[in-house]
């Protein structure tokens, strides 16, 4: 049965309601301080916050890599091919 008011945040909460329609605690989780958090992605107890500064903001630059080989033939049959057919246009 919905309550009147949220037990966890007091808000009014409408007749026939499934949730909060402020904390979003609900029947299912007990109308709990689970409901308020759950589903976030929010770091838990077991987040290393120094190695995620190392990760994301290190001096390691990442270099790109040069163009594969396959891609330099390509390019020069494609150069060849527009200069014989330009060549053939002229004639």
């Known amino acids: ?4 008011s949220c037990p966890h945040c007091g808000a009014d909460i409408p007749p026939r ?6 904390c979003g605690a609900d029947e299912a989780t007990g109308w709990s301080e689970e409901a308020r958090a759950s589903g ?7 987040f290393d916050y120094g ?10 630059k990442i270099r790109p890599r040069g ?6 033939v390509v390019a020069l049959a494609l150069a060849f ?6 060549l053939l246009v002229r004639r």
């Open 17 to 22: 309601a499934k949730v909060c329609p402020e």
């Open 40 to 46: 976030l992605d929010l770091p838990d107890d077991s």
């Open 51 to 60: 190695d995620f500064v190392d990760r994301e903001f290190s001096d390691k």
């Open 81 to 86: 091919l527009f200069l014989f057919g330009f």
């Open 67 to 72: 163009v594969k080989w396959h891609w330099w």
């Open 1 to 4: 049965m919905t309550p009147e």
